[in-house]
């Protein structure tokens, strides 16, 4: 039989073999890993393929040399694991020679001088291995911790990842002169300033709020001084103030989060509180809220409370910088306020410290020269210190433009909340107002955003700062680590950066896992209160005062619908609590008015209904960042919302906020329940709307 010649079909192969070469170039192509999404982003990223898994025993190690160096830092991503594992075991395991095996997580103290303070290398394969300077390696386990936050699998895309920041000093500033925040939420910005690698948190203690908002009157004008101070005692904030003792432990918690604490004590304006305790030291001429630059007792009184905080083996302030305020004074006084200036930093040096200070030498020009080493200013307005100038002098700068970064809440000027799209297009550190500026200069340190707490009393919670700050945060974190280097265009990264949260362990925006809830499914904790078939429903019974339920969660914060079916007994008091939590408490008789309302921060607002005694009636209270609303059986009752207060005298208004982050830490409260029954508690991550409020 004669055979068919293969030779026809040989010249296939060749076209086969690049065909198949190309398909797995291509698929090699594909497979090999993209760069992690991070806030902020690694500068430089080598993918490789496959992933990282952390295994149910996390190794972290660490050669016996680097230790001491590296343990708190370490101390804190062990615990960052485990908050988030709970099932995992994690150790930190020191010996003379560590050699990472497959899972383990490998921590190198890199030379002195071979990097930035806090660069950090890290190769992730079959094990992670990360070298840097002590805050450079601490950086790395944020990223890690970010990257995590992303997975379902607890996995790291393998590559490699050499990283540091273009600017040293990417801070916040809070204004906690004219609004008290508690030590709790001081501690938790640390953590979350941490997790975004924010540096720097400046922490503003004086100040005061408008006059006219106090009818023109000095005295009762509000003013706060909020850190104890032992040579003046009464000096010290009755409404809320930090001990000394607080706030060293606050600065060494920190430092070991790798942020900087930036105590500011504001002269000579902004200086209500010091004169109203010495009305000696105030200017007739410019109001209380200035100091009499020419008097003797200014400088004693100043000086004596510096001191109390630079002084002494173990001073309050513990860091290497100290912001003695220096803004906004008439520029009649030029001199004067010059030489004021030289005389606190001279003061603060003498400390060994450097200084920061707001500045305004080109508002108040003069012939006398304001001291430039050692200081550095916050640029914030150009009419007051002009940025080409101030750098011509030779002072250091750090980026604070009030018309790109400053928040002031419900006021009605500069930023309710920053603008963060042209925020992450247009700027960086190097813009200080209308100037631009080489991001190489060294002279600008980095930048910093602020929130100011201008109109006192106007109902601004904690809750409602910080759903200001957290998604300019994201924002400027990326901005302020990597300037103009973005990857992603603004639309993408606000959509991956809805998977990235406030750090381990951290819910200060009470965001809930699913968009509707049964608390009471979770885990309860009864105190004098039962569960059963009452009046026809299975509810909760809170039979006195002292009933409660404790569930699983502390509360919900915007958006968010909260539906409940309430039976109130007869003879509940004033203030009779139905939910509460440390942030608030609802009420079903607030104070004396016997309506429903709730209370946060010593702001006490209600809805113009009563609820009947004695019968089931259907309640659904939903909150946004705006106000909020009460339904009551399917009906609209009121909107807590746009409230508007007059000052006739000087033409002002003040925007009242009438916002709740709704508890629900108690069902009840220790101390003052309400005496009746609750059911069919169901929370919804989300606003219902209106017409399908009836539904609930």
Not at 319 to 344: A, C, L, P, W
Not at 410 to 436: E, F, H
Request: hydrophobic letters at 35%; charged letters at 20%; a positive charge.
């Amino acid at each position: 039989m004669k055979r068919k010649s293969i030779r026809p079909y040989l010249s296939i192969f060749p076209l086969l073999a690049a065909a198949l070469l190309q398909f797995n170039t291509a698929t090699a192509q594909r497979t090999v890993n993209d760069v992690p999404f991070t806030i902020p982003a690694v500068r430089t990223w080598q993918g490789d393929t496959g992933n990282y898994t952390l295994p149910a025993h996390v190794n972290i190690l660490v050669a016996t040399q680097d230790q001491a160096a590296l343990q708190r830092h370490l101390t804190i991503f062990r615990n960052d694991l485990a908050e988030r594992y709970p099932d995992l075991v994690v150790k930190v395991n020191v010996s003379d020679h560590p050699l990472p095996r497959k899972g383990d997580i490998l921590f190198t103290l890199a030379a002195n001088g071979t990097d930035s303070a806090e660069a950090y290398h890290m190769v992730i394969d079959s094990s992670i291995r990360i070298s840097g300077q002590p805050k450079g390696c601490f950086w790395a386990t944020r990223t890690m911790l970010q990257i995590l936050e992303q997975s379902q699998e607890r996995g790291i895309p393998r590559g490699s990842i050499t990283d540091a920041p273009r600017w040293p000093v990417r801070g916040f500033v809070l204004d906690a002169g004219r609004k008290f925040f508690p030590m709790s939420f001081l501690r938790d910005y640390v953590q979350f300033m941490s997790y975004y690698k924010m540096s720097d948190f400046h922490i503003h203690l004086n100040d005061q709020g408008p006059r006219q908002f106090f009818h023109g009157n000095w005295d009762s004008t509000y003013s706060a001084f909020r850190l104890e101070n032992s040579t003046y005692p009464a000096l010290t904030a009755k409404d809320g103030h930090y001990t000394k003792a607080e706030f060293i432990a606050l600065q060494e918690m920190a430092d070991s989060f790798g942020v900087t604490i930036i105590p500011e004590i504001d002269v000579p304006a902004h200086s209500l509180a010091f004169t109203k305790l010495f009305p000696e030291i105030g200017s007739t001429k410019y109001g209380m809220d200035h100091l009499d630059l020419y008097s003797p007792k200014t400088y004693e009184v100043i000086d004596n409370v510096f001191k109390e905080y630079l002084q002494g083996p173990n001073p309050v302030f513990r860091g290497k910088e100290v912001h003695i305020g220096t803004d906004e004074y008439s520029k009649k006084e030029s001199e004067q306020f010059r030489s004021f200036m030289n005389h606190y930093i001279d003061l603060v040096q003498q400390y060994g410290k450097q200084v920061r200070m707001w500045g305004s030498l080109t508002n108040n020009k003069g012939n006398t020269q304001v001291r430039v080493k050692g200081v550095t200013m916050n640029l914030w307005y150009n009419g007051y210190a002009d940025p080409k100038e101030m750098l011509q002098l030779g002072y250091d700068a750090i980026s604070t433009p009030d018309g790109w970064l400053y928040i002031v809440p419900a006021a009605g000027y500069y930023y309710d909340y920053l603008n963060a799209r042209k925020l992450y297009d247009k700027w960086t550190p190097s813009i200080i107002g209308d100037q631009v500026f080489d991001e190489s200069n060294a002279q600008i340190k980095g930048g910093s955003f602020a929130v100011w707490n201008d109109h006192v009393g106007n109902g601004i919670t904690a809750k409602d700062v910080h759903d200001r700050v957290f998604p300019a945060m994201q924002v400027l974190a990326e901005k302020m680590w990597t300037g103009k280097e973005q990857r992603l265009s603004y639309d993408t990264f606000a959509r991956h950066a809805t998977a990235i949260g406030e750090g381990p362990g951290l819910n200060i925006r009470g965001k809930l896992n699913a968009d509707s809830l049964l608390p009471l499914s979770g885990k309860l904790t009864f105190h004098k209160a039962d569960a059963g078939n009452y009046k026809g429903r299975n509810a909760i019974r809170l039979k006195n005062a002292g009933s409660y339920v404790q569930t699983s969660n502390t509360g919900i914060g915007y958006n968010y619908t909260v539906s409940f079916y309430v039976w109130p007994e007869k003879g509940n008091k004033a203030d009779a609590v139905l939910f509460s939590s440390p942030d608030a408490v609802v009420k079903l008789k607030q104070q004396q008015s016997n309506q429903l309302g709730f209370s946060r921060e010593g702001y006490h607002y209600s809805f113009n209904y009563i609820v009947p005694e004695e019968k089931w009636t259907h309640i659904v209270i939903a909150g946004n960042n705006k106000g909020t609303t009460l339904y009551a059986d399917g009906v609209m009752i009121e909107k807590l919302e746009g409230r508007v207060q007059q000052f006739p005298e000087s033409k002002s208004k003040r925007a009242i906020v009438q916002t709740l982050f709704f508890p629900l830490q108690y069902i009840g409260g220790a101390g003052n329940s309400f005496k009746g029954y609750i059911s069919d508690l169901k929370v919804y991550g989300k606003i219902i709307p209106a017409e399908k409020v009836h539904e609930l």
